[in-house]
T-cell receptor, first 114, second 112 residues
Framework: EAGVAQSPRYKIIEKRQSVAFWCNPI?????LYWYQQILGQGPKLLIQ????????DSQLPKDRFSAERLKGVDSTLKIQPAKLEDSAVYLC????????????FGPGTRLTVL | KQEVTQIPAALSVPEGENLVLNCSFT??????LQWFRQDPGKGLTSLLL?????REQTSGRLNASLDKSSGRSTLYIAASQPGDSATYLC???????????FGSGTKLNVKP
């Protein structure tokens, strides 16, 4: 069974530039999560999708971050414009059911904002 | 605000030692607690899941316990090996919510 795929693995940009990350969950997984993990901290949930609908985006900085999951499969997370404090690893995870008890994580995208 | 604290932040031990990682949380109304392992450049891998009605779970050399009343969980690793070197994160879910609240992790180094 293929795991959660993410790309790119690394990205370096200047502040105020835009960046987008892509995630392809495990086939058949209805729920998709985007987490932000700042160095030395645990992951923090940014947004959760159930199929193509948003379940929780309470911690998503909506003035600069956006995410979509068209057709309820893969997803993109965008930052526009980026700030220095956005430097982090962005993790995508997916789960089969709605409880999210078993979440499978992708390798993450490491973003550096200069 | 949900808070999860992990102590110590880093730990270095010689191979073969038994060790304990600690996790404390402020909210006792949890649905389950999980311990994850994170290797550099890789995602998280779930190690053990303890439901709120359970007290502990075991998998191989790993044993995790949960004490909701005191807001604590411990991960016990027996006979540590260099391959156990990684960051260990605990996280809990609140009842009926999918969101994980993560601690900041304990970075473990097991020296050969």
């Amino acid at each position: 069974e293929a795991g959660v795929a993410q790309s790119p693995r690394y990205k370096i940009i200047e502040k105020r530039q835009s960046v987008a990350f892509w995630c392809n969950p495990i086939s058949g997984h209805a729920t998709l999560y985007w987490y932000q993990q700042i160095l030395g901290q645990g992951p923090k949930l940014l947004i959760q999708f159930q199929n193509n609908g948003v379940v929780d985006d309470s911690q998503l900085p909506k003035d600069r971050f956006s995410a979509e999951r068209l057709k309820g499969v893969d997803s993109t997370l965008k930052i526009q414009p980026a700030k220095l404090e956005d430097s982090a690893v962005y993790l995508c995870a997916s789960s089969v059911g709605t409880t999210g008890r078993e979440q499978f994580f992708g390798p993450g995208t490491r973003l550096t904002v200069l | 605000k949900q808070e999860v604290t992990q102590i110590p932040a880093a730990l270095s031990v010689p191979e073969g030692e038994n060790l304990v990682l600690n996790c404390s949380f402020t909210d006792s109304a949890i649905y389950n607690l999980q311990w994850f392992r994170q290797d550099p450049g890789k995602g998280l891998t779930s190690l053990l899941l303890i439901q709120s009605s359970q007290r502990e779970q075991t998998s191989g050399r790993l044993n995790a316990s949960l004490d909701k009343s005191s807001g604590r969980s411990t991960l016990y690793i027996a006979a540590s090996q260099p391959g156990d070197s990684a960051t260990y994160l605990c996280a809990f879910q609140k009842y009926n919510f999918n969101k994980f609240y993560f601690g900041s992790g304990t970075k473990l180094n097991v020296k050969p």
